[in-house]
């Protein structure tokens, strides 16, 4: 059985991060409010009342960072960029002293030999767009056109590659449907426009990107379903939801159509949203890559519930992580062959953009991450055996940081931080990582 080491030549190896889960500096430098800023001060939203207004200080301790992906070898680190530092308020007018901190970190990261691969968006909306609407508001997409744009233009020349959105479905199911992330609304399956929307301004950008001879791709949450028993009620219950959580983030960009929401009771309009020629701007441009964000396979239910077409149900008999989420490494190579079926030729490379998993050290080393990469890799190899495209791995993730509604309190990192001192202790899971990319880089030089 082929494992990691027999990943292909030129394989890119790095780890990800996000804007919000790690810069701090949330008022310095002119940056604007976030709807992150404005839903963690909220009472009982987050776990402990954590917020992301120091998280790892990254924003002054970048050169510290940069060193320790130096240390691993990395070939590429994927960040993102806060639109509210950009522009304070989502629109007009560019913030020079926010664009420069993006201007530093790019070049310290060609300094150390590590191509930046930015994200446009990681959830940090400009509170001042929210405030108009949000992701619910169709001006949105065409704001984010326009920010990614005066980015694209500052930092182009020296980076090649682009993602514009990181999870629409997460965002728009944790943020806008159920309320458990920002900006904290509870829209249930009216929460769709923001989906459409999202797709737009991907789009959109997508378009802009391509147009200055930039590469874009498009990082999805993907999760292979899988119903609960082999009677036709749970397979109707997990095909409504592999549409939702799945095809309805990459159908509309690799086919230029939604796939059937008839089952979630969604009008193919998704509520007005649709306008006549969107679905072409969201196809038309063409993804260069797709990025798979993936933690773990959802086991579906038919619904108890009737307010659901669906349930979720737990994975039994595996381990679980720190988070509770199942571990199921082969999951990757399933999903991976499954996505070959459903786009053919429309499916573009892949690369894995986060996999990782949070560990509880207060009662275990750091031993269940090393094993949760290794599996992973080695499931990914597999899928590569079969004839998946695939370019690179970053995993989720090189610090541990704000984790959301769960605060600090879910560990992803290959480097600990002391969140009091700001001290960072590689784990060992860093030094594993660090052996594996060496190991793997002089067999393939052989
Ligand atoms: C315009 C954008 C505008 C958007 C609002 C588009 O047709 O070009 O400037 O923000 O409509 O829906
Ligand atoms: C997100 C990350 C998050 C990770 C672990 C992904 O859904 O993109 O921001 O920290 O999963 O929950």
Request: negative net charge.
């Amino acid at each position: 059985m082929p494992d990691r080491y027999d990943l292909p030549a030129g394989f890119r190896w790095g780890a990800a991060t996000a804007a919000y889960q790690i810069e701090g500096a949330v008022e310095e430098d002119g940056r604007g409010p976030s709807v992150w800023d404005t839903f963690t001060v909220r009472p009982g939203v987050i776990r402990d009342g954590h917020t992301g207004a120091v998280a790892c200080d990254h924003y002054h301790r970048y050169p510290e960072d940069i060193a320790l992906m130096k240390g691993l070898g990395l070939d590429g680190y994927r960040f993102s960029i806060a639109w509210p530092r950009v522009q304070p308020t989502g629109a007009g007018a560019v913030n020079p002293a926010g664009l420069a901190f993006y201007d530093r970190l790019v070049d310290a990261l060609l300094e150390a030999g590590i191509t930046p691969l930015p994200t446009l968006f990681h959830w940090d909306l400009p509170q001042a767009l929210e405030d108009r609407g949000g992701w619910l508001d169709r001006d949105t997409a065409y704001r984010f056109a326009e920010y990614a744009t005066v980015t694209a233009d500052r930092l182009g020349d020296r980076v090649p590659t682009w993602i514009t959105l990181n999870e629409p479905f997460v965002h728009t199911v944790f943020g806008y449907a159920m309320g458990i992330h920002a900006p904290g609304r509870t829209l249930m399956f009216e929460a769709l426009p923001a989906a459409h929307h999202q797709l737009l301004a991907h789009g959109l950008a997508a378009s802009l990107l391509h147009e200055r001879g930039l590469e874009v791709m498009l990082s999805n949450n993907l999760t292979p379903v899988e119903p609960a028993t082999p009677s036709p009620a749970d397979a109707t219950a997990a095909a409504a939801y592999d549409a939702l959580h799945n095809r309805l983030f990459t159908d509309p960009v690799l086919l230029g159509r939604y796939p059937d929401l008839a089952a979630l009771g969604v009008p193919d309009d998704i509520f007005g949203a649709v306008r006549p020629g969107d679905l072409d701007l969201i196809h038309s441009p063409g993804l260069d890559g797709l990025g798979l964000n993936y933690y773990n396979p959802t086991r579906i239910a038919a619904p108890t519930d009737p307010g659901l077409p669906f349930d979720l149900v737990d994975i039994p008999d595996v381990p679980h992580t720190a988070f509770g989420w199942p571990v199921v490494p082969d999951g990757l190579r399933r999903l991976l062959l499954g996505l070959r079926d459903t786009y053919g030729t429309a499916l573009p490379p892949v690369t894995v953009t986060e996999n990782g998993c949070s560990v509880d050290e207060t009662t275990t080393p750091d031993q269940p991450r090393i094993d949760f990469l290794a599996a992973h890799l080695d499931a990914l190899a597999q899928a590569v055996a079969e004839g998946i495209d695939v370019h690179g791995y970053y995993t989720w993730s090189l610090l541990d940081n704000f984790e959301w509604a769960e605060g600090y309190h879910q560990r992803f990192g290959l480097v600990h931080v002391d969140f009091a001192t700001q001290k960072r202790n590689p784990r060992a899971s860093y030094a594993w990582y660090r052996d594996l990319i060496a190991a793997h880089r002089s067999r393939c030089a052989k």
